[in-house]
């Protein structure tokens, strides 16, 4: 047998209610651009926007001028999708409590995840909607995932429950240390402060 290898994520494809509300939520409250739209090439009812969330991908929305807005909350049983989680800088997350407090809109309040800070609302169709920020950035030529990793088996080498920034801390150095390389033999931590 042989996997079938992903790179990254093509894009998300959500069932909107009308046009106008859509466009309003992802571009008018979250700041994506409105880049393209066409018909839904399944079902002629349908119109098919597609957004740009500022990553290189897409969030595209199904709409149909028939369907309003449900705020209930959307299900979240097996197979449903829990939660859309969006990247924000630590610069606009200290603001979106507020911002969203000045419109009127309920949301959880920030979120200590350790590695990251969340918020989370709920769009106007019920979608669980989180704002997180990275509480750290790779080295050059690492990714997210390979610092994740690696602060996980230090976070399970010590015996701690969750990661915190101390994982994230060393996970950076071990990585820049496999990673870079040096003209020095050793590599460990000094204080050029107690010289003989």
Same mark, same amino acid.
């Given at each position: 047998?042989?996997? !079938?290898?992903?790179?990254?994520?093509?894009? =998300?494809?959500?069932? @909107?209610?009308?046009?106008?509300?859509?466009?309003?939520?992802?571009?008018?409250?979250?700041?994506?651009?409105?880049?393209?739209?066409?018909?839904?090439?399944?079902?002629?009812?349908?119109?098919?926007?597609?957004?740009?969330?500022?990553? @290189?991908?897409?969030?595209?929305?199904?709409?149909? #001028?028939?369907?309003?807005?449900?705020? #209930?909350?959307?299900?979240?049983? =097996?197979?449903?999708?829990?939660?859309?989680?969006?990247?924000?800088?630590?610069?606009?997350?200290?603001? =979106?409590?507020?911002?969203?407090?000045?419109? @009127?809109?309920?949301?959880?309040?920030?979120?200590?995840?350790?590695?990251?800070?969340? !918020?989370?609302?709920?769009?106007?169709?019920?979608?669980? !909607?989180?704002?997180?920020?990275?509480?750290?950035?790779?080295?050059?030529?690492?990714?997210?995932?390979?610092?994740?990793?690696?602060?996980?088996?230090?976070?399970?080498?010590?015996?701690?429950?969750?990661?915190?920034?101390?994982?994230?801390?060393?996970?950076?150095?071990?990585?820049?240390?496999?990673?870079?390389?040096?003209?020095? #033999?050793?590599?460990?931590?000094?204080?050029?402060? #107690?010289?003989?």
């Amino acid at each position: 047998m042989r996997k !079938i290898q992903t790179q990254g994520v093509h894009h =998300i494809t959500l069932v @909107g209610a009308d046009r106008q509300t859509s466009i309003d939520f992802w571009e008018g409250l979250l700041g994506m651009p409105f880049v393209f739209e066409q018909p839904n090439l399944d079902d002629p009812n349908q119109s098919h926007l597609y957004f740009d969330p500022g990553d @290189g991908r897409l969030i595209t929305i199904f709409t149909n #001028e028939d369907r309003k807005p449900d705020a #209930e909350a959307a299900p979240q049983t =097996i197979g449903c999708v829990h939660h859309l989680a969006l990247d924000v800088s630590q610069a606009t997350f200290r603001q =979106i409590a507020g911002r969203l407090d000045a419109l @009127g809109i309920s949301h959880s309040g920030p979120k200590d995840r350790g590695f990251m800070d969340s !918020i989370y609302f709920r769009d106007p169709l019920g979608l669980l !909607i989180e704002l997180a920020s990275y509480r750290f950035r790779p080295p050059a030529g690492v990714s997210m995932g390979e610092v994740m990793l690696e602060a996980h088996k230090l976070r399970v080498a010590r015996g701690d429950y969750n990661i915190q920034e101390v994982h994230l801390a060393d996970a950076i150095e071990n990585l820049t240390h496999e990673t870079r390389r040096s003209l020095s #033999e050793d590599r460990s931590a000094n204080n050029p402060y #107690e010289r003989p």
